[in-house]
């Protein structure tokens, strides 16, 4: 971004963008809390998981507040505006994000606390693996305003949608053939579900990113047209 007369102007818009990357960095890390939390069953992982969701939620407070009163006070416009909306909309989807952590791992809580009982057998670390990816990427796209890592995950959120087709699929077909998978079943895809939003919200911040550096809004466009549009 374009350095400014006033020093400290400077020196807030760099402070938002910083405890942007550290709300980034406290979500991802509850996203990897839940996930492991559901193989290993560890339930202070899980409860832990689950009392830190209001450390994201003061993270997103605080970082509304910043800009609210950078917009009042510095009157930004043009990259520095953007820059400010950009912020404020992706804090958003990284609280929801941190919603999401949370509901894996109180599904977590649910699946272990049964003991495991009747859970069919699914591997769902690929597509946590996917998301989190698409997550870090976004991420990084924000810290450097790289248009061409945020297209990436753009490009990458079909791939988790349809990783997620596939898991409903196979938990379809479990309680078809034995009715007492259907609790655990329905826990599982709850927690697909929520993974597959996150990659959504990645998915999102990348399309932040690109409206940031150049100005043009690229919600529900294709890809090609997406692709168009910035050539």
């Not at 990783?163 to 699929?169: L, P, Y």
């Amino acid at each position: 971004m374009s350095e400014h007369i006033s020093k400290q102007f400077d020196a807030e818009l760099e402070s938002v963008r910083s405890r942007v990357l550290q709300m980034g960095g406290l979500v991802e890390e509850q996203i990897l809390r839940a996930v492991d939390a559901l193989d290993s069953g560890d339930m202070e992982r899980i409860d832990k998981v689950i009392a830190d969701d209001h450390r994201v939620n003061a993270l997103e407070v605080g970082l509304d507040e910043a800009c609210s009163h950078i917009i009042a006070r510095r009157q930004p416009a043009a990259g520095d505006l953007r820059l400010l909306i950009a912020v404020i909309k992706t804090i958003t989807d990284l609280e929801r994000i941190g919603d999401e952590a949370e509901k894996i791992a109180r599904m977590a809580k649910l699946i272990h606390a049964a003991g495991r009982q009747n859970m069919p057998s699914m591997d769902i670390a690929h597509i946590a693996d996917r998301a989190v990816a698409m997550l870090r990427q976004s991420l990084d796209a924000f810290a450097r305003l790289d248009v061409a890592e945020a297209m990436r995950v753009v490009k990458q959120d079909s791939a988790v949608d349809d990783a997620f087709r596939a898991i409903m699929r196979q938990l379809i077909t479990f309680m078809m053939e034995d009715p007492r998978t259907i609790t655990r079943s329905l826990e599982i895809l709850f927690i697909a579900k929520a993974i597959e939003r996150i990659g959504d919200h990645a998915k999102n911040m990348s399309e932040y990113v690109i409206y940031m550096v150049k100005g043009r809004d690229v919600r529900h466009v294709s890809l090609e047209q997406m692709e168009k549009l910035l050539d």
